[in-house]
């Protein structure tokens, strides 16, 4: 993946033309999609476990999500504020 890719795919419309400006802006968003990311996906794994029943090895065979990372992802990160 390019650089260009990589831009067009996190800001698309939003490319101002300054690479040091879209690269930042770029870093950001990323950040952000991580961020929802984890929390979505860990909202996901935990009910399926809770609330499906699932076992740690059933989410594994059926995600192909590894059965610690499904067990960690689960467990909402803590949040690091700066001051």
């Not at 059965?67 to 467990?75: G, L, N, V």
């Amino acid at each position: 993946m390019t650089v260009d890719e990589a831009l067009d795919a996190l800001l698309g419309e939003q490319r101002t033309g300054d690479l040091r400006a879209d690269l930042i802006a770029a870093a950001r968003e990323a950040m952000d999609r991580r961020e929802r990311n984890t929390e979505h996906g860990g909202a996901v794994i935990a009910a399926l476990h809770d609330d499906a029943g699932l076992s740690w090895r059933e989410i594994e065979q059926a995600t192909a999500i590894p059965r610690t990372t499904a067990q960690r992802w689960a467990e909402p990160p803590e949040r690091h504020i700066e001051s």
